[in-house]
Nanobody
Framework: QVQLVESGGGLVQSGGSLRLSCVAS????????MGWYRQASGKQRELVAR???????VYADPVKGRFTISRDNAKNTVDLQMFNLKPEDTAVYSC?????????WGQGTQVTGSS
């Protein structure tokens, strides 16, 4: 089992920046990919960005050019740097780790972009 703990959420004005961090612990050997998802109120959870251990990245279209995902495989962390935040980025952001057939989730951190 992998435990994920996120930090860095908060309230930020439109156009501002925020950085989210996630630390993995527990059965961290052979984690294939780590990433960030978000779920806005009344909506389904959606992918924000993910990165494989080999460095391949995927970004959702709404965040391309504004968000950057980074991983430190030695420290088992994955960060999400968010620039030019918009009110529509408001959501609970959750860290995700895929290890073999298992998918683990963090508890989530609230990000609120005010207009």
């Amino acid at each position: 089992q992998v435990q994920l703990v996120e930090s860095g959420g908060g309230l930020v004005q439109s156009g501002g920046s925020l950085r989210l961090s996630c630390v993995a612990s527990g059965s961290i050997v052979n984690i294939n990919a780590m990433g960030w998802y978000r779920q806005a109120s009344g909506k389904q959870r959606e992918l924000v960005a993910r990165m494989t251990t080999g460095g391949t990245t995927v970004y959702a279209d709404p965040v391309k050019g504004r968000f950057t995902i980074s991983r430190d495989n030695a420290k088992n962390t994955v960060d999400l740097q968010m620039f030019n935040l918009k009110p529509e980025d408001t959501a609970v952001y959750s860290c995700n780790a895929v290890r073999g057939p298992s998918t683990c989730w963090g508890q989530g951190t609230q990000v609120t972009g005010s207009s």
